[in-house]
């Protein structure tokens, strides 16, 4: 089956074909390990792995590299200001390398609780410095780059273009519309690939411009090009990076090797908070902790980015979280209904969950519908039969949604789940529930009537909502 990815350099839909025949090799721009991760950073990891998940349902080998930020990322993108993670050091007491070990582990602790599969390669950057210098000093060679008192500067003006994947127009921008920060620079789209260390810096290396430090665009030219050759299929990464960091990516490679190094550029929208950016200033800025500490399973968090396509905003709410999690309950009851279920099955069911896996095969190969894709695995649930063969579905399913559907449920909630309360009810219930959420009471009254009419009770307890036979 077809799979279709959106570009970002083409700027459209494109029929997904790799470079090899069965593997596929993918660059995942990683972590500044500077601060903890936010739940907007892990949509994004969590939309990385839906990728490489997606292409192993498919029968590809995926071979992924993701770099770990541990130097050069300096605070505004535009390089300017201190590098974050000197930044951080300073604040918090501690080495550069002690703050890139602790966040990094915490960042690594975030993608185990979420069951993000790891990627194959994953590279720090201080470990490739001799790499990056070799680039940069066949960028000098090659003409592409030029010394300053204070870095050395790529010359987006020599290439033939620049800003293909966020439609940059340099000529436009020569006519000054920007503020220049640095006047040695010679165009305003210059960015630093080697940057002079100033006096008592925490992190510098000896180089042929005294010590330095690598720029953070460097960085990912270097490890994509030493792990997975001078193109590969795939390179990811979060919205923001398409006009700074990737685009510089590409100019990098085009001077040193005259290609663009990936074929698809797959990226992330944002997630927002109360409608708009999380910021410390708002006091929003929430981690997986925070919704782990509200006693939900971190994997709701990852069922709840399934809500919205990656491409489009998806706006984070308490609400939406105690909504998911709920769904997330009845899907593993629903697994294990159908898992110990004695009833047979006939031709006539095969066909029927040959087409739903097929609608999900579908859904997820078309750019990752996973809001459709889900849709099929309540289809599955919901299947009127309860049989074996829909649990070995829904676990088929899950090597993609990777939410844990065979995960044990708490025996209470299952007793008040499973005494074989009918779908039609099940539905109701979920209305009610969403009712209750918008503080619709009339509605959800409404539905608690309807729902005795139709032999059943509900109670709003302590521990939360039961259903008993009335
Ligand atoms: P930061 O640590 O804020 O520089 O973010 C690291 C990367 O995570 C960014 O380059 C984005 O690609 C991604 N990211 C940051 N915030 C969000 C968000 N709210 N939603 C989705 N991705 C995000
Ligand atoms: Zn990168």
Known sequence: MDIYLTNTLTKKKDIFKPLKEKEVSMYSCGPTVYKDATIGNMRTNIFQDVLRRMLEYNGYKVKQVMNITDVGHLVSDGDEGEDKMVKSAKEEHKTPKEIAEHYTKLFFDDLKDLNIEMPEIICKATDYIQEMLEYVEKLVEKGYAYETSTAIYFDVSKLDEYGILSGINLEEQKSGARIEVDPEKKNPYDFALWIKAPENHLMKWDSPWGPSYPG???????????????????????????PTHHENEIAQSKGLTGKIPARYWIHGEYLLIDGGKMSKSLGNVYLLKDIKEKGYDPLVYKLFCYTASYRNKLNFTWEGIESTSKALERMRIGYKTHKNGTDKIEAQDKENLKQIEENFHKAINDDMNMTLAVSYVWEAIKYPKKLKEVSELLEKMDTVLGIEINKEINSNKQENMEQDIPEEIKDLIEQRQKAREEKNWQESDRIRDLIKEKGYLVKDTKEGMKIEKG
């Open 216 to 242: 953070w665009h460097i960085e990912c030219s270097a490890m994509s090009r030493k792990h997975l050759g001078e193109e590969f299929d795939i390179h990811t990464g979060g919205i923001d990076l398409i």
